[in-house]
T-cell receptor, first 112, second 113 residues
Framework: DQQVKQNSPSLSVQEGRISILNCDYTNSMFDYFLWYKKYPAEGPTFLISISSIKDKNEDGRFTVFLNKSAKHLSLHIVPSQPGDSAVYFCALGSSNTGKLIFGQGTTLQVKP | DSGVTQTPKHLITATGQRVTLRCSPRSGDLSVYWYQQSLDQGLQFLIQYYNGEERAKGNILERFSAQQFPDLHSELNLSSLELGDSALYFC????????????FGPGTRLLVL
């Protein structure tokens, strides 16, 4: 039973365009939502997060959107850069249980 | 550099053996989390410790155990190892109980032969 799904295993975009990464979840218990970036042979790097009381959080080129009614989370990267090429994981957490559940990841390739 | 350190970086052992993975959290962080990443699976949450106490448990096998010491470093013990335990094991830390931000170490790659 996958509570968190990143339905696109990979995404390819042109440098300078927008990258949109998506994440769907099934359980309403999650109250905070995070995005991580991971390069091969390294640990995940925290990018941006949002709590359930907000629907948008922006940090530089990265914006996270939360649609609680649709149980959908997305990460927008604008403009995309070749250095953004990596695997992106969404992670959903519950402050009650302390658990963090990760999606399967989406591999983003930004072409120069 | 996230400030989280893990040792060893690589570990090769045989089935049936026992190993200990070590993690030092970022300075000031009270929570330590352990994750397993297998080839065919994403990051699986194993267990969380907060200030020395177990706070949350995920998909951790009974053959695995962990603890957090008074200096806040943590160890993950894996025993009666099986081939399927081969994976990347990540440690992460966060300041409080709730991982609103979480900083990952570089991981320990375990290979069970």
């Amino acid at each position: 039973d996958q509570q968190v799904k990143q339905n696109s295993p990979s995404l390819s975009v042109q440098e300078g365009r927008i990258s949109i990464l998506n994440c769907d979840y099934t359980n309403s218990m999650f109250d905070y939502f995070l995005w991580y970036k991971k390069y091969p042979a390294e640990g995940p790097t925290f990018l941006i997060s949002i709590s359930s009381i907000k629907d948008k959080n922006e940090d530089g080129r990265f914006t996270v959107f939360l649609n609680k009614s649709a149980k959908h989370l997305s990460l927008h990267i604008v403009p995309s850069q070749p250095g953004d090429s990596a695997v992106y994981f969404c992670a959903l957490g519950s402050s009650n249980t302390g658990k963090l559940i990760f999606g399967q990841g989406t591999t983003l390739q930004v072409k120069p | 550099d996230s400030g989280v350190t893990q040792t060893p970086k690589h570990l090769i052992t045989a089935t049936g053996q026992r190993v200990t993975l070590r993690c030092s959290p970022r300075s000031g962080d009270l929570s330590v989390y352990w994750y397993q990443q297998s080839l065919d699976q994403g990051l699986q949450f194993l267990i969380q410790y907060y200030n020395g106490e177990e706070r949350a448990k995920g998909n951790i096998l009974e053959r695995f155990s962990a603890q957090q010491f008074p200096d806040l470093h943590s160890e993950l013990n894996l025993s009666s190892l099986e081939l399927g335990d081969s994976a990347l094991y990540f440690c992460a830390s966060s300041p409080g109980q709730v991982p609103e931000t979480q900083y990952f170490g570089p991981g320990t790659r375990l290979l069970v032969l």
